[in-house]
């Protein structure tokens, strides 16, 4: 008799050799040309801000995991650089560096750990850590700066308006040409300016088969439908804010997204019609953060009447 022996597993019995760490570096690579053109227009405090939200998404992953939860660290699968990066790709270049760690902290901790770690939480880490910002310091957060004169200096950080508040308040002087919205070269989130950096990164993304295009074209059809229907400047609405940054890196998380078709045409649309109704009638010039995290809330009812059901199952709510 053959000494070899059966091992019962569960699927899936095929791995497509695909890891968390190459993921997240593909996403890691991917933000690189959004974090180089934030130096370039914001000098060192855009270098700072990253590298000490970074840091300590990774240092507090490390600690709670270590010290609170008993196991051993995962800080090695990159999961916490890369919320580190995109919260930090979200702030202002003129934020208070320990406001950027306390949010980075808050990201790992309340908003991924807790609810069981990478594949649990139910939020956007990075945009829940960027809405307890706007709600903790919403001065620090609504404090804008032009972009610098070259990129070792910040003799010229002066205080603007993004381009959605002057174009909503109607401050003409401070509405940049739509070449300036496209390059980056206009106040605004450190990752948020510069549209063609963010494109170059989701290309790459898509081309690695890390992202699934059906969220970010729904999203942005929409927003640029609605914004025609209001009677906005479309290409300014699409380029302006975190609307790129947040279709092709926020919205496509797949923890936080459907996994079906459908339901990811569901989420890019829902997305699309909370952004354009909060920049249009809202109370904020802006509102992919929030839109993106309410939309969230309703994912797991989003696949449970998307995901096909297997024939002859019947939910427990069908049978009454």
């Not at 370039?40 to 970074?54: D, E, G, N, P, Q």
């Not at 809405?131 to 804008?144: C, G, K, N, V, Y």
């Not at 009812?301 to 998307?306: G, K, S, V």
């Amino acid at each position: 008799m053959s000494d070899k022996k059966l091992t019962l597993t569960h699927a899936p019995h095929f791995h497509s050799g695909m890891t968390v760490p190459k993921v997240m570096t593909d996403v890691l690579i991917a933000l690189a040309p959004a974090a180089v053109m934030s130096i370039r227009f914001f000098s060192y405090r855009a270098a700072l801000v990253m590298a000490v939200s970074t840091t300590a998404a990774a240092l507090a992953e490390y600690v709670w995991q270590r010290y609170a939860l008993k196991t051993a660290s995962s800080v090695s699968d990159m999961s916490a650089a890369v919320t580190g990066l995109l919260l930090a790709l979200t702030l202002p270049p003129s934020i208070p560096l320990w406001q950027a760690a306390s949010g980075a902290a808050f990201a790992i901790i309340f908003a991924k750990q807790v609810f069981g770690g990478l594949g649990h939480n139910p939020f956007n880490p990075a945009l829940a850590a960027r809405a307890f910002l706007q709600i903790a310091w919403p001065s620090e957060m609504t404090t804008w700066t032009l972009p610098y004169s070259d990129a070792f200096s910040s003799v010229n950080a002066i205080t603007s308006a993004t381009p959605l508040a002057a174009a909503r308040y109607n401050v003409a002087e401070a509405i940049p040409h739509l070449r300036d919205l496209f390059f980056g070269n206009v106040a605004g989130s450190l990752g948020e300016t510069s549209a063609a950096a963010i494109m170059l990164g989701a290309v790459y993304l898509i081309f690695r088969r890390q992202i699934k295009i059906i969220i970010p074209l729904t999203f942005i059809a929409v927003v640029a439908a609605l914004s025609a229907a209001y009677g906005r400047d479309v290409p300014y609405q699409i380029f302006s804010g975190g609307l790129m940054l947040g279709a092709f890196f926020m919205a496509t998380d797949p923890v936080t997204a459907p996994t079906t078709k459908k339901g990811m045409m569901l989420f890019g649309g829902g997305c699309g019609v909370l952004t354009s109704l909060i920049r249009f009638s809202g109370g904020f010039p802006e509102g992919v953060c929030f839109s993106i995290l309410t939309m969230n809330m309703v994912v797991p009812l989003i696949d449970r009447y998307t995901i096909p059901k297997p024939f002859g199952y019947v939910f427990k709510d069908d049978k009454k």
